[in-house]
């Protein structure tokens, strides 16, 4: 028996431990049947539950909340810039039809 570090946690684990006390990931070394080199190996049920719970959800809704907030603040941007835009033509267009003053 060795100690090894985890890969998740970096506590030291023995290397006959099938998964790490502190974090649960499981050992890779645990596994004593000599394989030949780039055989695949399957993981074992506890692994595999390890594994399986470290996987994150996806909050849809709040990516449906975020996606109208942005919408919507567009829809009151957008016509305020429009409108200045609109008002700093018109200035223009009236000094231009004036012309210079002498």
């Known amino acids: ?5 985890c890969l998740d946690c970096g506590r030291e684990v023995s290397s006959n431990a099938p998964a790490c006390p502190g974090c649960g990931s499981p ?6 049947a000599p394989h030949l080199p780039g055989e695949r190996i399957p993981y074992s ?3 595999v539950a390890v594994m399986l719970s470290k996987k994150k959800a996806t ?4 990516h449906f909340f975020v996606f109208f907030l942005t919408c919507g603040l567009w829809i009151f941007v957008w016509p305020i810039v429009a409108l ?4 700093e033509n018109n200035k223009i267009d009236k000094r231009i039809s004036e012309g210079r003053k002498v």
């Open 45 to 47: 049920d506890q692994e």
């Open 59 to 62: 909050n849809h809704l709040l």
């Open 27 to 32: 050992i890779a070394s645990a596994v004593h």
């Open 1 to 5: 028996m060795a100690l090894i570090k």
């Open 84 to 87: 200045s835009n609109t008002l």
